[in-house]
């Protein structure tokens, strides 16, 4: 069976620290930055929790793919990127609490 996934770009309130990540549950995902469950990591230290961009995949695999090619991107690409889905930098995690 395959499991879906997707590829999701975090930032901190002031938005000026960008996060890629990819997981096959997105919302317990967002959970766990939001709750700085691993307070030690990136986005617990730098207060990354604000959810700017999401994609959903078919497969984990699809969705490392887009990852990978997003975290190739530059700063600009990512920007552009997430003005295209969400201009007014929204945090997008309640969309998702709806599913």
């Given at each position: 069976?395959?499991?879906?996934?997707?590829?999701?770009?975090?930032?901190?309130?002031?938005?000026?620290?960008l996060?890629t990540?990819?997981?096959?549950?997105?919302?317990?995902?967002?959970?766990?930055h939001?709750?700085?469950?691993y307070p030690?990591?990136?986005?617990a230290?730098?207060?990354?929790?604000?959810?700017?961009?999401?994609?959903n995949?078919?497969?984990?695999?699809?969705a490392?793919?887009r990852?990978?090619q997003?975290?190739?991107g530059?700063?600009?690409?990512?920007?552009?990127l997430?003005?295209?889905?969400?201009?007014?930098?929204?945090?997008?995690?309640e969309?998702?609490?709806?599913w």
């Amino acid at each position: 069976m395959e499991r879906g996934g997707s590829v999701y770009i975090l930032t901190n309130v002031n938005n000026t620290v960008l996060y890629t990540g990819v997981t096959s549950d997105l919302f317990s995902r967002l959970n766990e930055h939001t709750e700085k469950e691993y307070p030690k990591s990136f986005t617990a230290r730098y207060n990354i929790n604000k959810l700017v961009y999401y994609e959903n995949f078919h497969s984990i695999e699809e969705a490392i793919i887009r990852e990978k090619q997003i975290k190739a991107g530059s700063r600009k690409a990512k920007i552009k990127l997430i003005i295209s889905i969400n201009p007014e930098w929204k945090d997008l995690f309640e969309e998702i609490k709806n599913w």
